[in-house]
């Protein structure tokens, strides 16, 4: 319900904002520079004509539709696609397809309400034609106006391509503010920055739209004067020339219908992150009987929307950091029994938040760790076997580089390409300059995996990429042998030995093995699959701590809460959950770093260049990370001492001492 | 009102101020140990010299590739490209204007023209903010907390807020890292690390060092167990904004998630979340831009000083400000009171400590900052003359720089004598405080070093147990430790957490209108 009230909000003021768009748009539209004063009269003259009433209300309810779209859409936590696929997938999506179409309807209308409120030469569809055979009278042709229809199809354009950077920026992710601000003030500050990414964004556009008009605008130039019966002027220029397309204020008035368009709809889509991440006030202890399901203990044990549940913890972050009132409510006793239940209901959903984050990133290191034991004995009894037989590998290496001719540079994937850079430098040196670039080589690839795998640093590479890329490189490559060249029986033998040597597994199940590595390489061969299916290390990273937002409002809320408990506890209630809270944090320690000492995690978030869209869901990782830290610190420096006496195990306590003296 | 005719005089030349004891300042020789009792609170603590003869100075001074190589003239378009990206508009202009080739009459004449117009404009905008037309080390070298910044050895200076760890920040751009703990000391350098104006530690955290540099602000990671004495530059993070240089102020919320960086040039400042890099602009126009940031100890409120003679009190909730204009000049220094209740501030061009009180902080006033009507004046340190037994000393000034220490017993103030008299010289002064039930300063006495050395930066220790210890850093680039002997009437607030004081403070409510007086 609170929800329902802020969209409502969101969506008038973004209604009321638009005639004040709309003023600005007209007014600059029929800039004329020369006759300033007839140009302010002018424009003034032209607000109140029914013509820009009547658009006026056609696209609020544009603004409308949008925020119906926006808030259909949004998520707390934002969708990461791990693959290309997954992007394509989620692209076709029948949800998506239809944000698509009506996205671009919605910039159609736009564009007609720019054309009719510039008036001039775009106002209308169809215009008497200017050719010759009208002087005759007899019969007045209607003929096609190419610039309006030009508007409209940009229009719809610039609605399609928003909907396609929506999906592909995750603009319906919430991101919640790193601190608290007045929403006017919110506004006012991203406000600048969202009208010059517009501006830019729009010139971006009307160069796109230009070319595809280029290509392709005969077609629904052919089409509508067809259905509608008009005649083209063959006295203007048509528009899929140079020469027509080179008209300066056309160009003008696209852009300017672009950044109208463009800052319109990101206000809309900004107002509503604005009102829907704003800090909501939940009740500790209900006031009267009916308001229980809305306190804070319930909504966060009970399962509502997941907005809500952000909401409620980024209040009970709040509320542990600024609101000492509402502390004493969540310490305080059940009037009848005695029973500390807000305290129980908050720690148990922080903790159990928590607890939950260990166990999923636990499966994801235990994951990535049989991910390469699998592979890399195989793969290393391989290289040993083929280093033994060098001799076959030099052989084999002028047919290898005809091959490659075939695959070249720019077809193989972007994560093996990446990942034979470390490779280059280790390989050149070894075997000469003789081939040229090691890219073009497979079977240099294989040899410089030989050094990699057989080598004295094994164990240390420095860069991650080439241990955990080094597997996959090394199938591909080796499988490009086997389909091609007189070695193909020869991993055949070489697997085979390694199922005698280990534990003597039937043979048909290391034919089995062998096929299904086969198939798998066999596909991974193929370049374009590859592209698909290719996962993109950051971005599974992402994906896994996408919802980290919850778990630092969780970290802080109950650093803080115990923190405070130091002095504002009365009757000890956080003491009893001391011991499980420090157990829960530390655990989450070891494992989060242990995930950022995983050879493919960076350790230091990447750039973020100036632009609207907020990215700051693919550096939450980071943010909790410090916020652990700081979220034991907080514990440990208020408690001191005392925490001696804390019951935690050996382990435990070794690494509480090392925060007691910070050391960590 | 406190008065510097109440203190007790400087002490003998020759003479070093030790310790404070019994309510009063020991001094005696440099070479003198501190009484049994104390010794083993202070045994590990580095005292060091660095002399400024010591730093290597920079090899090469221009920090452009230019002069290595043979002068070219390239075409204009070239030129103008060139200049573009290198300085901007004004320097394509200027490009144009100073072109060589004759056929470009019109041109030339015409960039000279509108270059003539820029200069008049950035002269109207420096004439409204002169600050402005300082380049960007006589900016810093202005409002550092530094007395000299420009000609001393050490640049910076700031204790770790739990451990007995300090940083230094030298002449050389290095910054060295002294533990009690360990005889390692890292030292930090970095390509961007020049003319570094502040440094703070992140609070409830190991080893977190946010730097203000010319350009950037720079995060060190350091590792406390490491034993490596130069940590790589890979362990820094490179904070950058666009407009926001030279960074002559940092400011960590004591909870250590945010960090506030302040440029005099910009009107915003900077809420940086440094572990994701992400930033807020705090945008106020007015002032022209930020020179000293003080964070409460309760996290409760920011101080903002500008270039002119405007300073804002922000509160750290919902990040509103009030506007304080001061009489005469910027607000040069201010520190808080431990409970975020009280502030001190000092103005350029008067020699005078004001007080300004802020209300309880709960966290039901959202949006409030809650500050008195009027600031009232708290200590008077115009020049006075003290006549010892080896002749006249005149001490007083304006304050440059103000600590206060973390219990709230002690406030030391560095004076900067008059520049027009030469016998008058740059001193320390320490008040003794108490901020509650009723705020009170009482003197305390004079700090001196070794004979010719000017005090530079004051800092206190942030937790040491037995009373306060002041560390300060000479001219001679000495770098000592006094201690101040005594029982804290209130514990010392270990933890960031806003200690309740409630009961005390609401009786001072009443008298806190009028400006007060403890003894006169």
New interface residues.
Partial sequence: MVLGWRVAASIAWSVLLLPLCTAVFISISSIDLFHPIQWISNSFNDWYTSYVIFCILLMSVVILIISIFNVEFYAVVPSIPCSRLALLGKIIHPRQVIHSVVHAIMGMLVAWCAAVMTKGKFQFLALPCTASESLDGAVQHMCLNEYHLFLLLSGAFMGYNYSLLYLVNNMNYLPF??????KY?RFR?SLPLLVKRSCVESLYLVRNVCVAHYFFGYIPRAWISTTMDLHTDSKLHPLDTLTGLLDLSLLYHTWLCGVFLLITWHVTWLLFKIYATEAHHFPVQPTFAEETDQCLPKILNSNPPLIIKFLALQDLM??S??????RQEVFSLSQPGGHPHNWTAISKECLNLLSDLTQKLIMQQEAAATNGRVKQPSTGELGRSLSSSEAAVKEEMAFQTQRSNVISRAHMPSLVKSSLLPLKALSTSDLGSSFGSPFSSPALNRKAGILDLNSPWHGSVQSPHVMRRGPKLWTSSSDLQMNGSPQASFSMISVARVGNEATQPSFIYTWLQNKQEQVRSFLSKRVLIMYFFSKHPEASIQAVFSDAQMHIWAL?GLS?LV??S???DRFGVVQTTLPVILNTLLTLQEVVDKHFKLPHASS??P??S?SLMDT?YK??R??L???L??AI??IT??F?EHLNAVQVSAEHKKRLQQFL???? | MCSLALFPPPPAPGDVTLYECHNALVSGHIYEKLPLAFQDQLADLPVLTIPKETLKAHSRLEHSTKPAFIHHQETLWKRCLNAWRDVGMCGVLNEVANAEEADLQWMKTGSSWALALCHWVSSLHGSLFPHLSLCSEDMIAEFSQAVDWAGCSIRAFAWHPHTSKFAVALLDDSIRVYNTNSATVPILKHRLQRNVASMAWKPLCASILAVACQSCVLVWHLDPTSLSTRPSSGCAQVLAYPGHSPVTSLAWAPSGEMLLSASPVDTAMLVWDVSTENCVPLQWFGGGGVTYLAWSPDGSKVLAATPSAVFRVWEAQMWTCERWPTIKGRCQTGCWSPDGSRLLFTVLGESVIYSLSFSEYSGEMQGQVGGSKTASIVADLSETTFETLYGEARIGGEVHSMVWDPSGERLAALIRGNPETPESRTIVAVFRTRNSPVFELLPCGFLQGEPGAQPQLIAFHPCFKKGALLTVCWSTGRISHIPFFFVSAQVPCFSPSPSPVVALSSSSASVREQPLFSEL
């Fill in positions: 503010p790193i601190i608290q601000q007045y003030l500050r709040l509320l950091q600024y609101s000492p009132i509402r802080e803080r923190a405070a130091f002095t504002e230091k978030p750039r973020i100036g700051s550096t939450l980071f943010a990370r410090a916020s830290k700081t610190y907080r420096t208020t001191g003296e910070f050391k960590e």
